[in-house]
């Protein structure tokens, strides 16, 4: 499909879309979920950078039988640590967008416990391990 989503109205700005796309949608609720994470553990997490990219570059040898869904990679130095989450392979694992929001509070509260060194369930309290 080409061009707006909708005919331009007074609701509706020239060239602004009715919906979000999938990947603005996937932003939304990582951001979301960061801000209660930032907000409870800012002074603990220190200096993290959190991005989203499309999927993990997983080299020739991976022999496992799934995909990475995020990467924690601890800074060093002036390098500050590095959170990323994988767009495809979460949303390929999610049915609908509840789904989503579960999932993606899942994998960033997984890895912000393994940054902090403390259980899940005591990063976030909505943390459900089923």
């Known amino acids: 499909m080409r061009g707006p989503a ?14 979000r796309s999938p990947k603005a949608t996937f932003d939304a609720i990582v951001v979301a979920v960061l801000e209660d994470l930032e907000a409870r553990w800012h002074s603990e997490l220190g200096l993290v950078e959190f991005a989203v990219e499309e999927a993990p ?9 799934t995909v990475p869904l995020a990467s924690l990679v601890r800074g ?4 500050p640590t590095r959170l990323v989450l994988f767009r495809r392979p979460i949303e390929l694992r999610a049915e609908t967008r509840s789904d989503l929001s579960a999932l993606v509070l899942t994998v960033l509260v997984e ?3 393994e940054l902090l060194g403390r259980p899940p369930e005591e990063v976030d309290p909505r943390y459900d391990s089923d």
């Open 57 to 65: 570059m997983v080299p020739d040898d991976w022999d496992a039988d």
């Open 6 to 19: 909708v005919l331009p109205g007074p609701l509706s700005p020239s060239g602004v879309p009715a919906a």
């Open 111 to 113: 890895q912000v416990s």
């Open 76 to 79: 060093t130095g002036a390098a």
